[in-house]
């Protein structure tokens, strides 16, 4: 298995499309993962119980064809056994759980500033481009912090810098998170933009702060992890690691914003309900079917009597969603000193053995 793995790095260039080839691309399991990860998703975006019965049910049969089809049809694998175990799992799940926190937060927070504080479009471009400066910056920091010039230097000291880099990181992610997640739980709304005072734009910049921190940790983490895990299997076998790391890096980024959006549009919209519908308010289902289908509606059309409840029910949905992005933060940050302690165990110059695969590319 072993030798027939290694042959696929050395085939002829103008056979690559033969079918012995082609059926080597594990499709069957690139399907399945599709399907479970499409039906996790939708989970958290469901309205009544029997939509979620039938997710629960797809993700379970998903899941259990995928592991079969893994370990009895295909030969070579999406995901290949070798590649995820030891060091190599954790970091797959840290990248998982770190990208699924930034990403979450990242489509939340516009969402607040727009909503709850009338942000205008200049100035969400304006907020956002912060974080993106910050993310290469970061990139920047982790590739100055891991370069070396001496030839002498082994493997084992880039990977022990990864390491400690990916943990300062995800400790910059987290807190960063808690910032953001602190400040929209506890600043009040503003009903109109003529509100947005200094003084007001100071308390906001908590939540710019935590962005960058959190922006920043990010870049330098998605560097340090990838240079950690080609440093442990080494060059040849750098394909096969850094598409399992790019592959959870998307599904991370798929998770977080499918999560985190799904729990926020499910509190929003039992919240509206329960104020508009069960309370009965005059005109409380037409105003509902409005604010469902449009948030402008919140500061032209809405009678002002409601603005000040609607605006903090749409605070407390994202500041629940916030806290499920705090969590996968923390998760990410747990895992990551994992990194440290499963480390100390590994045997000095040690490299995984991994064998190539052709089809973790396609993944991605």
Known sequence: HEFRQDQLLEIDPKDRFAWKNLSQIDLPGSFLLSCGIISMLMMFNVTSVKSLQICIVC???????????????MTVHIIPPSAFKGVLRITALVIFFGAAAIYGMNYVLPLYFQIVHDFSQFQLGLFNSFG????????????????????????????????????????????GVFLCMFAALNLKPTPDRSDLTPKVYAKLSILLLGSIISSIGYGAFLVALLILVVGLVGIKRQATVTGMNYMFRSMGQSSGVGITLGLYNHNLFNELHKYFSKKSKPDGSQILERLLSSTAFIRNGLPTEYLHKVLKIYREAVGDAMILVFLLGAAAFLLSLLLKLHSTKEEPNRREPIPSSSSSSSGV
């Open 132 to 175: 993106v400066f910050a993310v290469s910056f970061g990139s920047l920091i982790a590739g100055w912090y891991l370069k070396h010039d001496d030839e002498n230097i082994g493997p084992n000291v880039i990977i022990s810098r990864g390491i400690h880099l990916s943990i300062v990181c995800c400790m910059g992610i987290v807190t």
């Open 59 to 73: 993700f379970v049969l998903s899941a259990t064809a995928f592991a079969l089809v893994e370990k009895y049809v």
